[in-house]
C-alpha cells in the first residue's frame, strides 16, 4: 500500500479528522492531502452550496439567491390585482401599489374602477348630465 492509499484509507476511516492534522501527521501540507485523497478516491470536496430559494408565486427554484421570483413575469404577477370596470363590467389588472394607494386615499370616496379613460369619461358625463350626446359603452 503506498503513500497516498495510506492517507486516502486514513481519511475515509475518520472522516472527522481535517485535512491539516493529516498533513501534520505525514509531514505534509493540507492542501497536498487534499490534492492525494482526489486522485486516489476520484471524489473532491466541494461546498456545501445552499438550496435555491423558491419562487414566492409559481414554486419553481430561482434564478439567483438573491432573488424573490423566478422572472420578471412572476413579480409582475404576484403584484397584480384583478378588478373589474364600474362602467363596462370588463375585468382589467392593475398594480396592487397602485390600487391600495388610491382607495385608501381621503380625496377618493367613490372607490370606483375603470378600465380606460373613455369608460371613466362615459361614466363621468352621465353622472354630472352630460350623458345626453353620449351612449353607454358596451365593450372598451
Known amino acids: 500500500m503506498t503513500r497516498n ?3 486516502a484509507a486514513f481519511k475515509e476511516a475518520n472522516p472527522c479528522i481535517t485535512l491539516a492534522e493529516i498533513g501534520q501527521h505525514y509531514g505534509i501540507s493540507r ?3 487534499r490534492q492525494i485523497i482526489k486522485k486516489e478516491t476520484g471524489k473532491g470536496y466541494r461546498r ?3 438550496p435555491r430559494p423558491l419562487c414566492l408565486n409559481c ?3 430561482c434564478n439567483d439567491l438573491g432573488y ?3 422572472s420578471k413575469e412572476c413579480a409582475r404577477e404576484t403584484h397584480r390585482v384583478t378588478l373589474e370596470c364600474y362602467t363596462c363590467g370588463k375585468l382589467f389588472t392593475r398594480r396592487q401599489s397602485h390600487v391600495m394607494r388610491t382607495a385608501t386615499s381621503p380625496a377618493y370616496i367613490n372607490k370606483r374602477f375603470y378600465c380606460s379613460k373613455k369608460c371613466f369619461g362615459v361614466q363621468f358625463g352621465l353622472e354630472y348630465g352630460w350623458g345626453t350626446r353620449h351612449t353607454p359603452v358596451d365593450k372598451c
Request: a positive charge; glycine letters at 6%; hydrophobic letters at 20%.
Open 68 to 70: 424573490k421570483y423566478c
Open 48 to 50: 456545501i452550496t445552499k
Open 5 to 7: 492509499q495510506k492517507i
Open 31 to 33: 492542501e497536498r492531502v
Open 59 to 61: 414554486g419553481q427554484p
